[in-house]
């Protein structure tokens, strides 16, 4: 799987993760067969692949016109969605997010999580600064609401080379766990 492997192009700035290292942090979700599971920021679907091959029903929400073409040709099992991250339509029953985000939608997303309460778990790939920041002492009434909803912890340390092109910072696995469960 580590063979001969090109990120597509980037014409909007993404960073790719390599299949290999998308699969990685898909097998430490834990995802179960059948479970609802969003990929935000799906790109051309290196999550949403071995999401897929976990059994989940997938919805991956992507809104660059090209990244969604390549989605409707490669994930034909997988609903789609043309939206920005920041106002997509979350569903209103338990669902589960595993998603590498645009670094710089980090707090705008964590905010919307912060009221929702029919999310279970959250995988997101996010710059490893920011990540630091929520698993810290909260600094504001959102961030108190989020740490109140969702034990938060620190998963797999991701350096630049995980991803293609590199960013020029270091990216971690930030998992948001529903409190009690």
């Known amino acids: 799987m580590r063979g001969r492997w090109r990120p597509p192009p980037s014409p909007s700035g993404a960073h790719f993760l390599r299949p290999w290292i998308a699969a990685e942090i898909v097998r430490a979700a834990r995802v179960a ?45 997988v609903s789609i969605v043309d939206a920005d991250i920041r106002s997509v339509p979350l569903p209103r029953r338990d669902f589960r997010i595993v998603a590498n985000i645009p670094f710089a939608t980090t707090t705008a997303l964590l905010r919307r999580l912060a009221d929702w309460r029919w999310l279970v778990r959250a ?32 998963g797999r340390r991701l350096p630049p080379e995980s991803f293609a092109p ?16």
């Not at 990540?131 to 504001?140: E, N």
């Open 33 to 77: 067969p059948g479970e609802l599971v969003f990929d935000l920021g799906a790109g051309v679907g290196a999550l949403t692949r071995p999401l897929v091959a976990s059994g989940a029903h997938v919805v991956a929400v992507e809104r660059d016109p090209s990244y969604v073409a390549a989605l409707r040709r490669r994930c034909a099992d």
């Open 123 to 154: 995988d997101i790939v996010v710059e490893y600064g920011a990540a630091r920041r929520f698993t810290g002492p909260p600094r504001d009434a959102w961030a108190q609401r989020l740490a109140s909803r969702y034990d938060i912890r620190l």
């Open 166 to 181: 590199a960013p020029s910072v270091g990216a971690v696995v930030l998992v948001l766990r529903r409190s009690g469960t």
